[in-house]
């Protein structure tokens, strides 16, 4: 699909046509070299413009075509432009929307190219598991250098036109008549040299320390996208550009290309692309994401100015929406003032000119206050309280008797019942879970609970907000600790398992960090606290100066317990805080962290006190013992349809949790790791430890193995629940 017309007598107009997005399927594919072909034959078409429908340049190859049969391949994206390219009569790229991944490369392969100043332009492959695979690795840094063609193939990010104009990949840059200004460029090009114009031709400028450069930028990735295959590749493709003539580069690229496409990595970073976009399209028994009428935040207030608080305010402001921001006290007020105040200097620094010319713009959108009546006009509240049900009902009272009938109730809990919190108010339908994650200015995440009550109309207006925040919404039912937070519950405690029978909290961490989370377990505690989790243990009755005597050090209601943690709170050690953790920091609130031989001298002890056989416990099994009860708890959530789908649960985990998205999220990964497997190692630990429930294998696991372990998009036809909490 792209249509052909002539316009101004010697210009061909070729218009890319597939929405949403004019992704280059077959269809595409074909009419542009139709189109292409036409122009060349007619003497009375002079030169060439290439545009997309609706506003939309072109979004690159359509994904869902990379599984598909191989007889659809041709004719190849890559013979288009080269053919386009040594074309003798001049084409134009009018880009307005985007022009991402091939849809760059076609721009690339144009003469000219002219963006609208909206316009974003990038080659995304990487964050697809592949590399620009129709000529992106050799003509970029033909055209912009390897510094810049590296930074921009292997971060995958998208920028904007005046950007791409500095950087030299457009020519220029219009306000609006795109299209129009390309046509008239197009005409000004009629019988000027082509030669120049043509990337292919250009030789790569060659930095005097290209090895510096490419060990440097190796470094950064080994260590931003730990254990992802496809951003090293293309550093390999750049050195390919810079030491091999076009022709031959390409060929090079075309390897690396059909190497990368068919690996795991990619399948899954392709499934992890549409199921961030199928979480969005959320359902409920009562309503869903197309017939919920999502209503505009003009306003927004923020209730407690902590670590979350300040966070979700900064958000919000970001997003262009005033805050009025409330306090419990004075001293806490102006400390949250502060502490916000520093973010958003932080952020202005960031913004583009003007806009960061002075930062009191952004400033002059929070207003703080301690008097409630003050949040009687705001659309939306978000509570970020402490985690205690009696407070937080104090606060839902007091709202509900200020806040204007229509306004929309948020809880920022971590776990607690929503439907309690709802529970204190005459508008149980307008209350709803927004858990953010911290740093909740940067975090991708919105854990989005659904209460009992809570109307579609409240679903979809925190979905939409979670999108102006530039967030992913994801809707879950209301249970303790929701979806993330139940499956973190036994990943956690069966680290501190491993512990208990020799291993090292450093051992944990870098066999997970190997697997490729940005951090191992223990250092997220240490980061967070490990007084968090000491405080829900002691709410719980697991802990604390309540506990009853006598209660044996590691069993808790006839399941096995691990004290460690505690012991570690008791003993002063709260994490980076308090400089003493998991591991030791140089001074209290420092960073850097080393293994603390205080660590291993208490283990030793505590091993010894309860008598415990200490044994070598090896990267596999470390790998099964945190991973699989948490992707256990994530069958049993979908069990008990908490999560909509394992889409669900895998882009929480991605996005919340620092997952590595090239695995595809625990449960797709868990499916990669091959369903029986997963079932009959939890069988093996759970008979060797039949005290910890968290092991024994969930009903629906079962039931997918015997249906033959069907893929993840297939697993709601499996099973049916009958209690749906969605
Ligand atoms: N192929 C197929 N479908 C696509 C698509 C694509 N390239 N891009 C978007 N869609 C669908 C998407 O699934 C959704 O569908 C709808 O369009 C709207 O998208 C040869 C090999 C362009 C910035 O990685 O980043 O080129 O859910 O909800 O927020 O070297 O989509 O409505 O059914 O995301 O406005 C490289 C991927 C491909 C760009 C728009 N290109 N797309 O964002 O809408 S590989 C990319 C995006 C390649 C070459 C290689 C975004 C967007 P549905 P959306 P949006
Ligand atoms: P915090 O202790 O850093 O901050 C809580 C703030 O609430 C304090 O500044 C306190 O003064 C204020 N406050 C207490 N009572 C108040 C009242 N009646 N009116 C106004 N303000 C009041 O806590 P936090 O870590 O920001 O957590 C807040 C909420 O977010 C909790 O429910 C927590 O479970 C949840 N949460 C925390 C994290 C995290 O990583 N810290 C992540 C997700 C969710």
Redesign the pocket.
């Known amino acids: 699909m792209a249509r052909y017309s002539c316009e101004s007598q010697s210009v061909a107009l070729i218009t890319l046509t597939n929405p ?2 004019n ?2 399927s077959y269809a595409v594919r074909q009419g542009i070299l139709a189109g292409l072909r036409k122009a060349s034959a007619d003497p009375a078409v002079k030169s060439v413009v290439l545009c997309g429908a609706n506003g ?1 340049f072109c ?6 075509e990379f599984n598909s049969d191989p007889t659809r391949r041709l004719p190849m ?2 013979d288009i432009i080269n053919l386009m390219e040594k074309s003798d009569k001049p084409v134009v790229a009018a880009i307005e929307g ?1 022009a ?4 760059l ?1 076609v721009a690339l392969g144009c003469h000219y190219r002219i963006a609208q100043c909206q316009a ?1 332009v990038g ?3 990487v ?2 598991g ?5 000529g ?1 690795t050799q003509r970029l840094p033909r055209l912009v250098g390897v510094n810049a063609a590296l930074d921009i193939i292997t971060s995958g990010r ?1 920028m904007l036109a005046s950007e791409a104009l500095k950087l030299g990949i457009v020519d220029e840059i219009v306000d609006s008549n795109t299209v129009e200004a390309a046509i008239a460029l197009a005409k000004k090009a009629e019988g000027l040299p082509i030669g120049p114009r043509r990337i292919c031709s250009k030789t790569v400028q060659c930095p005097d320390n290209l090895e510096a450069i490419l060990d440097e930028a190796t470094k950064k990735i080994k260590k931003q996208a730990r254990g992802a295959l496809s951003p090293l590749v293309c550093i390999q493709a750049v050195r390919m550009a810079t030491q091999l003539p076009f022709s031959e580069g390409m060929k090079k690229e075309r390897e690396l ?1 059909n190497t990368l ?1 068919t690996s795991g990595q990619a399948s899954a970073l392709r499934y992890a ?2 199921a961030q ?2 979480v ?2 959320w359902t409920t028994p009562s309503g869903n994401w197309k017939t919920a009428v999502a209503l505009p935040i003009h306003t927004a207030a923020v209730i407690g100015l902590g670590t979350m608080g300040r966070g979700i305010t900064v958000s919000l402001v970001k997003a262009g929406i005033p805050v009025i921001a409330l306090e419990d006290n004075q001293r806490q007020l102006d400390i949250g003032k502060k502490a916000v105040e520093a973010l958003l200097g932080q952020v202005a620094q960031k913004l583009e000119p003007p806009e960061n010319k002075n930062d009191s713009n952004l400033l002059s959108r929070v207003k703080y206050t301690l008097n409630f009546a003050e949040l009687r006009d705001v659309d939306l509240v978000i509570e970020a309280v402490f985690e205690d049900m009696m407070l937080k009902k104090g606060v839902f009272r007091k709202l509900t008797a200020v806040c204007k009938p229509e306004a929309f109730l948020c809880t920022n809990t971590s776990g607690l019942d929503v439907d309690q919190i709802a529970s204190v108010t005459t508008r149980p339908e307008r209350v709803i879970g927004t858990h953010f994650f911290a740093p909740a200015h940067v975090m991708k995440l919105l854990e989005v609970v659904r209460g009992h009550r809570t109307s579609p109309q409240t679903i979809g207006t925190v979905m939409k907000l979670a999108k102006a925040l530039n967030k992913i919404g994801v809707v879950v039912g209301n249970c303790p600790g929701f979806v993330g937070n139940r499956m973190l519950a036994p990943y956690s405690e069966n680290a501190c398992f491993l512990l208990e029978e020799g291993s090292q909290p450093e051992e944990v961490d870098r066999v997970l960090e190997e697997f490729g989370f940005a951090m191992g377990l223990f250092r997220v505690i240490d980061l967070s606290g490990l007084d968090v989790g000491w405080r829900s243990r002691r709410e719980k009755g697991l802990t604390g100066p309540e506990l009853p005597p006598g209660t044996p050090p590691r069993s808790r209601n006839g399941k096995r317990y691990c004290p460690i943690p505690d012991l570690l709170v008791e003993n002063g050690r709260l994490g980076q805080k308090t400089g003493k953790g998991w591991y030791q920091y140089v001074k209290p609130g420092g960073r850097v962290s080393s293994p603390d031989p205080w660590i291993q001298d208490f283990l030793k002890s505590y091993r010894l006190t309860h008598n415990i056989k200490t044994r070598y416990i090896d990267q596999d099994e470390i790998i099964e013992r945190c991973l699989y009860p948490l992707i256990n708890e994530g069958f049993k959530i979908l069990e008990e349809d908490i999560a909509a789908g394992p889409e669900d649960i895998d882009i929480i985990y991605i996005y919340g949790y620092g997952w590595p998205k090239h695995t595809g999220g625990p449960m797709y990964y868990a499916w990669t790791v091959g369903l029986p497997k997963v079932l009959s190692k939890l069988e093996k630990y759970s008979e060797a430890y039949p005290d910890v429930p968290s092991m024994k294998p969930s009903n629906l696991l079962r039931k997918l193995v015997s249906n033959g372990s069907p893929s993840p998009s297939q697993w709601r036809t499996v099973t049916r629940p009958s209690n749906s909490k969605l």
């Open positions: 949403p997005v992704a280059l939309k979004a690159g190859a359509e994904i869902s994206l890559v985007v991402l991944g091939g849809g490369e974003k080659l995304p492959e964050t697809l592949i590399l620009p695979g129709a992106g998208h290309f496409v692309f549409f976009r199928a969005e399209k």
